[in-house]
């Protein structure tokens, strides 16, 4: 394995500890983790999304309870029922197949089910969403002072959701409309996610709004501390900063 010496000031490696004593592992795992995070790229994780795969076995205590819960479900559901839960008959078929070990079947119990949206990605979704509502709000507050920034630049900055065409991104875009399905938080970005066809772009956006992430925690980074709400919002020099960190390094420069 090789070796990586890396020099660091104190502050940030007292804020390197801080963060991993937080995550619960090691300074040295939590930066290798952001490492492996920049150089693997976020849509070569895209496979590991989708559709739960069924459990190859299950413990017994495991189909025992399950068991019981489909043949209560079974007893309670009206005769006519034709809903998500199915019918009598359909419970009773799933507790037989456990009760059986049927491991071919097994698929049925996870039906639906998707595999789990990681903490890392779930706050990874939180970050650009709070980005973005900072976004709207120094766009805003910059019109009300009489200096608008120009259309374009606006227009770049806005929300486009994630695309549904990739399974990670995807599961991120469902995330979203359960984070924001009772109309009161991030409500502000409600209009740009309307105007991207339900928030989807289309488009691969983790890697670009990872990249805008990074200048706008570098720029916030480089505040002042002090509790007032105009500490939070961005300047239009610093908008401009953030609307050119969605550029590839690699691209950055080209005419």
């Known amino acids: ?26 300074v040295s795992d939590y930066v ?36 019981l819960l489909h043949r209560i479900l079974a007893r309670v559901l009206p005769e006519d029922a034709n809903g998500a839960d199915g019918d009598e008959e359909y419970q009773l078929k799933k507790a037989e197949i456990l009760e059986s070990g049927y491991t071919g079947q097994y698929w049925l119990e996870v039906a639906g089910f998707e595999t789990e949206l990681s903490k890392r990605d779930s706050g990874r979704v939180v970050d650009i969403l709070d980005m973005h509502r900072i976004i709207t709000f120094s766009v805003r507050q910059l019109e009300e002072a009489g200096t608008p920034v120009e259309p374009e630049l606006e227009r770049r900055l806005r929300f486009r959701g994630f695309d549904h065409n990739d399974s990670l991104e995807g599961h991120m875009a469902g995330y979203v409309r359960f984070l924001m399905a009772d109309g009161r938080h991030w409500s502000e970005l409600i209009p740009q996610i309307e105007e991207t066809n339900d928030g989807n772009s289309h488009m691969p956006m983790l890697e670009v709004y990872q990249r805008m992430l990074t200048e706008y925690r570098r720029i916030m980074a480089g505040r002042e501390q002090r509790y007032h709400p ?18 590839h390094p690699s691209n950055r420069g080209r005419s």
Request: glycine share 4%; charged share 35%.
């Open 32 to 67: 290798r983790d952001l490492l492996r995070d920049a150089i693997i790229p976020i849509t070569g994780r895209s496979d590991e999304h989708g559709d739960q795969k069924a459990p190859e076995s299950f413990a017994l205590r495991d189909r025992l309870v399950l068991s």
């Open 230 to 247: 105009d500490n939070y919002l961005l300047s239009s020099e610093e908008l401009t900063r953030v609307h050119e960190a969605q550029i």
């Open 1 to 26: 394995m090789g070796v990586l010496n890396v020099r660091v000031d104190d502050h940030d490696h007292d804020r390197l500890r801080e963060l991993a004593e937080a995550e619960g592992v090691t």
